[in-house]
C-alpha cells in the first residue's frame, strides 16, 4: 500500500507531513489564452496512513459533490488526520463554468481514462488526473449526481468482486449499494488497474445543491476515512446512533415511457414498488389519452426523471430490486430521518 511519504508532491509542489495546501493544476487555455486550472487542496496528517483523493464534477454540472468536498474540508476533525486526502471539488473546470455535463468538444471526460498525453482534451486531461492524483492514492471516492433534468437516491455503485471495495461500500453507510460493473473509459476502471480502490457515490440532480444528499455524501466520506484508519473512531454512544444496515442490490432496471406525452408521478424516490404497480401516468395537453406507466418487477425507486415531459422510449424511472425490500425501505426511511 501506498503510505504518507514524507516527499509528496502534485503538479511539482511539496506537501510536507502536517500541511495543508491549495494547488492549480493547469489544464489547458480558452481561446483567449486566459488559463484553466483545475483546483485541488492536499491535507497531510503527521502519521503515515491511506492517501484517499475525494473528486467532484467529473461531470461539469454535477455539483453536489463540489459543496460535500466544501464541508469536508472545513471538518474540525481533519486536524487529527493520519494519512494524506488530496481533495479536488471541481475535474471537468470546462462544464463546470458552461453549467453543462460535457467537455468542449461534448466528449464524456468519465469515458476518456486513462488517457493520453497527445491525445483528445479529455484524454489529456484524464492522463494528467491519472498522473498527478490517483496514482499516488491508496483509495479514492468520485462523487456525482443524476444527469440532467435526472434524480437519485444517494447510493454506493462499486465493482463488488473486490472484497476490499465491498467493505469499502459498507463503510460508506448509505442504504443501497449497486454492484456496478466497471465501464470502459471511467475513472474507475483506470483507478482499478493502479490498484486504487474506488468507489462511486450517486445521490441528487445536476445542477443543484440538495441537502439532504450533501449530508448522506460527507457522513459517507467520513464514514470511509474513520473506517480506513484516517480519522478516529466513534464513541459507542455515537455508533449506536449512526448504526445502519447496508443493502446490495440484486440488480436493476429502467421504466421507459410507452408513449410521448407530459406525465404525472404516482411515487416518490425512495418508495417501494410491487410488480405491475402504477408509476405515473402520461396525458396529452388536455389530460386525456392516458397511458399508465407500470413496474416490471418488485424493488425500490432509486432514480427517476426530474422534468415532466417524455417522448416515447424516455428512461423515466429506475428502480433497484432486493431480496428484503421492505427492509431496504425502512432503512431509506431511518437514514432520511437521520439526516434531518
Not at 443501497?176 to 480502490?197: Q, T
Not at 416518490?268 to 418487477?297: C, R
Request: some cysteine; hydrophobic content about 40%; charged content about 25%.
Amino acid at each position: 500500500m501506498k503510505k504518507n511519504s514524507t516527499r509528496f508532491k502534485i503538479n511539482g509542489v511539496q506537501i510536507s507531513k502536517g500541511e495543508r495546501k491549495k494547488i492549480q493544476l493547469e489544464i489547458a487555455s480558452l481561446f483567449d489564452y486566459t488559463t484553466l486550472s483545475i483546483p485541488i487542496e492536499v491535507i497531510r496528517g503527521k502519521e503515515d496512513g491511506p492517501v484517499l483523493f475525494i473528486s467532484a464534477a467529473i461531470h461539469g454540472d454535477e455539483i453536489n459533490g463540489v459543496e460535500i468536498i466544501k464541508r469536508i474540508r472545513k471538518k474540525s476533525v481533519m486536524n487529527r488526520m493520519k494519512g494524506t486526502l488530496i481533495l479536488v471539488p471541481v475535474v471537468n473546470v470546462f462544464g463546470f463554468i458552461n453549467k453543462t455535463r460535457y467537455l468542449p468538444d461534448r466528449r464524456d471526460l468519465n469515458r476518456c481514462f486513462p488517457g493520453t498525453s497527445d491525445g483528445s482534451l479529455g484524454s489529456r486531461l484524464a492522463k494528467l488526473f491519472m498522473s498527478e492524483i490517483v496514482s499516488k492514492c491508496t483509495h479514492g471516492i468520485d462523487l456525482h449526481t443524476g444527469a440532467i433534468h435526472r434524480s437519485n437516491l444517494p447510493q454506493i455503485r462499486a465493482c463488488l468482486d473486490d472484497p476490499e471495495t465491498e467493505k469499502l461500500a459498507k463503510y460508506f453507510g448509505v442504504p443501497v449499494v449497486i454492484d456496478s460493473k466497471l465501464r470502459d473509459g471511467s475513472l474507475r476502471e483506470a483507478a482499478r488497474k493502479k490498484k486504487v480502490k474506488t468507489l462511486l457515490f450517486e445521490g441528487g440532480e445536476a445542477l443543484r445543491f440538495e441537502e439532504g444528499v450533501i449530508k448522506s455524501g460527507v457522513k459517507g466520506c467520513l464514514s470511509v476515512m474513520r473506517e480506513i484508519g484516517m480519522i478516529p473512531k466513534m464513541t459507542r454512544a455515537k455508533v449506536r446512533e449512526s448504526s445502519k444496515s447496508v443493502f446490495i442490490s440484486q440488480g436493476t432496471y429502467w421504466v421507459r415511457a410507452p408513449h410521448s406525452g407530459s406525465f404525472r408521478l404516482l411515487k416518490k424516490m425512495g418508495s417501494q414498488v410491487e410488480t405491475g404497480d402504477p408509476l405515473a401516468l402520461i396525458s396529452d395537453p388536455f389530460g386525456d389519452n392516458i397511458h399508465t406507466v407500470y413496474a416490471k418487477d418488485a424493488g425500490i425507486i432509486i432514480g427517476m426523471m426530474s422534468i415532466p415531459l417524455v417522448s416515447q422510449g424516455d428512461a423515466m424511472v429506475h428502480i433497484a430490486t432486493f431480496r428484503n425490500k421492505s427492509k431496504v425501505k425502512s432503512e431509506i426511511d431511518r437514514h432520511n430521518e437521520l439526516l434531518g
